[in-house]
């Protein structure tokens, strides 16, 4: 009788618990919904609730800290966040939990104590690109520019394709190497072409392509074009594109000229792009040159650069562009199964 009596207690037991697991399961996909959904403070309640029932339950205590920061409640995300890390071992602590106590600390305008945190989430997860792309975005807000590329360069190691890397590293390299910002705006663009940042990258790409040149009229009408001196000093540093940005700016002096008046803007930039530097080396010392060079050089190989160049083009209200890309969609469609395949380390 003691024997079945036992084994009915740890029949209860079982099923209990495995009640209670139902139980958090559908809690935490309720919290999870109303996040989505913007409910944040409804989404706390009921992570803490969770909580309450299963105190070692570490998707709770970093679902509560991505809420706690989405509600603006930064303050609260970071003792959270430090509270999280007293009860759980390291070993225990996912990335998402380093990500959303540094952006808290980053919003709080504490650069240096976002920085540490975000280390300390490298170290225990280096193969993540968010941890090191906010750390670059804090970096950079506080001038610290060399240590940016650095982190958004070990980014996109890891995510070739994140836009915002691309992006950040354009403007971090922008006065330093004009034809390394080219390749990263341009990069950026391919990965997203439509939207409010895309229209601002664009932007930036163009003043690139078009800041060494300069047109002078005299008054007896005679017409003059002054090329800048390259941002880069031939011999110098891994990524030497002085050549390229030499050619760039020649070509760029075209676009005075009737002849080229006459072309799309998608032309123009095709033309300017071609004019990258070529080179096949993904073991190369310098990131741009082993990174963005192959790249580039593979795509005007298998002739997708056209294609590209009308892609970044997208957020324009250019109505040639338009009408280009609604009739090429198998193009594009082809363009972006190249993207998707391409192998940036090999």
């Given amino acids: 009788m003691r024997r079945i009596i036992l084994s009915l207690i740890a029949m209860f037991s079982v099923q209990l618990s495995f009640a209670q697991q139902e139980s958090i399961e559908a809690l935490m996909g309720q919290a999870i919904s109303l996040h989505d959904k913007g409910d944040y403070s409804e989404a706390i309640a009921i992570y803490d609730k969770i909580i309450e029932q299963d105190r070692k339950n570490y998707t709770a205590y970093e679902e509560k800290s991505l809420s706690l920061h989405a509600a603006g409640k930064n303050e609260e995300c970071v003792d959270w966040c430090k509270l999280t890390l007293k009860r759980f071992k390291r070993s225990e602590i996912l990335a998402g939990l380093y990500i959303n106590y540094g952006n808290s600390l980053d919003v709080l305008k504490k650069p240096e104590e976002a920085i540490k945190v975000y280390q300390m989430g490298i170290d225990d997860y280096p193969n993540i690109y968010l941890l090191h792309f906010n750390k670059g975005v804090t970096a950079y807000g506080v001038k610290k520019y060399e240590t940016a590329i650095e982190d958004f360069k070990h980014s996109l190691d890891i995510r070739a394709t994140h836009p915002a890397s691309n992006i950040y590293l354009g403007y971090?390299?922008?006065?330093?190497?004009?034809?390394?910002?080219?390749?990263?705006?341009?990069?950026?663009?391919?990965?997203?072409?439509?939207?409010?940042?895309?229209?601002?990258?664009?932007?930036?790409?163009?003043?690139?392509?078009?800041?060494?040149?300069?047109?002078?009229?005299?008054?007896?009408?005679?017409?003059?074009?002054?090329?800048?001196?390259?941002?880069?000093?031939?011999?110098?540093?891994?990524?030497?594109?002085?050549?390229?940005?030499?050619?760039?700016?020649?070509?760029?002096?075209?676009?005075?000229?009737?002849?080229?008046?006459?072309?799309?803007?998608?032309?123009?930039?095709?033309?300017?792009?071609?004019?990258?530097?070529?080179?096949?080396?993904?073991?190369?010392?310098?990131?741009?040159?082993?990174?963005?060079v192959p790249f580039f050089t593979a795509m005007r190989e298998e002739k997708h650069l056209e294609a590209a160049c009308h892609i970044m083009l997208a957020s324009t209200d250019d109505p040639t562009n338009n009408s280009w890309l609604k009739d090429n969609k198998p193009a594009i469609e082809k363009f972006y199964q190249w993207v998707n395949k391409y192998d940036w380390k090999n």
């Fill in 172 to 292: 971090s390299i922008y006065t330093e190497n004009k034809v390394a910002a080219i390749m990263a705006f341009a990069m950026a663009l391919i990965a997203e072409p439509q939207g409010d940042r895309a229209g601002r990258t664009l932007n930036s790409l163009n003043s690139l392509l078009a800041t060494d040149v300069k047109k002078e009229e005299n008054d007896s009408g005679n017409i003059t074009i002054n090329i800048t001196a390259p941002t880069v000093i031939a011999g110098r540093g891994e990524d030497d594109f002085h050549s390229a940005e030499i050619a760039i700016s020649l070509y760029g002096a075209l676009d005075f000229t009737d002849q080229h008046k006459e072309l799309s803007a998608a032309e123009k930039l095709m033309k300017k792009l071609e004019m990258l530097p070529e080179g096949t080396d993904k073991s190369a010392k310098g990131f741009f040159t082993r990174h963005y």
